[in-house]
Each structure stands twice: as C-alpha cells, then as structure tokens.
C-alpha cells in the first residue's frame, strides 16, 4: 500500500529536472534536462579492468572483498553535488520510480559501452533490505534501480539476495567495525537458482564498499560463479 501511495503521488509531480527545477522540455527528461543530463559526472568505470590492474574505483572501494567481473557507478556522488537530489528523492522522499529511470538510463548506457553485457551478466540481484525497513519506505530502492536496468540490459532481476536483518550505516566506523557490522548481513534463499551464474548485485550508492562486498562474498560462497557490481552512486571518498 506505501508504494501504490508513493507511485501514486509522483503523478503530481511538475516535470521539472530534479536536478536544476528548471522546465523541462519535449524530449526531456523525466528526470534531468538536457544540460544537466549531459553535465552529470559519469565514473565511466564499467569498462575499467577490475580484478588485478587496481585502476577500478568501484572495485577499489570494496578493499577487502572478493574481485569483481565488472564494476560500475554511473556517476560520481558528492554531498554537495546538486546531483544527490536524484538519491535523496529516491530514498527519502518517497519516488520509486526515480530508481528505475535512473536504472534504465544506467542500463542504456552499459549498454552503448558493453553490447554483450547481457551474455556476460544472467541475473541482476538487488541488494536486499530487510522487511521491516522495505515495509516503512514502501519499496526497496536497490530492486527499482534493477528494474530499470534491466528493461534495458535484457537481464532478469531477481530476489535471491535477502538481508537478514537490518544494519545502520557504515560511514563513521573503522573498518574492523564496519566489517563486523555486515558480517552475515545477507541470505542467498535458493542458492540452486544461482548457482554457476555470473550475477551482477545491484546497489544504490557505493560508500564504504563494506555492504557491497559482504553482498559479493554471500553470492561466491552460495555457488555463483562470479559477481559484478553495478551503484547508481559511488561516494565521494
Ligand atoms: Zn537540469
């Protein structure tokens, strides 16, 4: 019912871009013009090696965690960048579909850099939340993000990836404390259904890299044959 409310009360929503609240026009949109679109700081970092070349930030920030097929953020996330108004509706104020155009932009994009992204990713799985949290915001942000990246990818999304229990954030620990805050965080439910598959996990924002490799090692250690990693966001370090 909160996310029948939180999508219906987005269709009352001016189309401006979130970004600038400047109108937007015909061919805009839904959510940046134009210029805000085109200006938004991409990490490029799909296409960056991963595993032993160390020039991957996205697979950088996981420190410890296990290495990665491919890993991506579709753009560079600041406090104070005007772009966090496209998190921050996302996650706080109620606008689910914010996530799937994102995810679908984010999609096409990956898309236009790895045409054969699809035959080397089978299953988009979302980070998950666990239920009592999912229950207050209405939606899990993480699962609409990997809808709309796999409108446009091809790739199934699935729900394999749950959280056993919910952990606060990670920013303020040390990363002994952050290890221990998600250790165990997560729950393959079927691992037969991944087993042997290359899966990609799906986040909203790569901060610490603690949660995201927590989420990695889970998906290796219940049979699949390798995890890539695709943010929204990654932090500003
Ligand atoms: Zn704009």
Known sequence: MRRVLATASELFVPRVCKVCGCSLGRGEGPLLCLDCFVKLPRTAMHTAPTASCGINAVQERLADGPPLLLAGAWFYYSRNSPYTALVRGLKYYGRPSWGVEMGRAYGAELLADIPDLASRIQVLLPV?????????????????????????????????LRAVRSHATQTRRSAEERRRNVHDLFHVEHPHEIHGLSVAVVDDIVTTGSTAAEAARTLLEAGAASVSLFAIGLANS
């Open 128 to 160: 998950g939340m666990h239920w009592r949290k999912e229950i207050s915001r209405g939606y899990n942000q993480s699962e609409r993000i990997a809808c709309g990246l796999g409108e446009t990818t091809g790739i199934p999304v699935g729900d394999n």
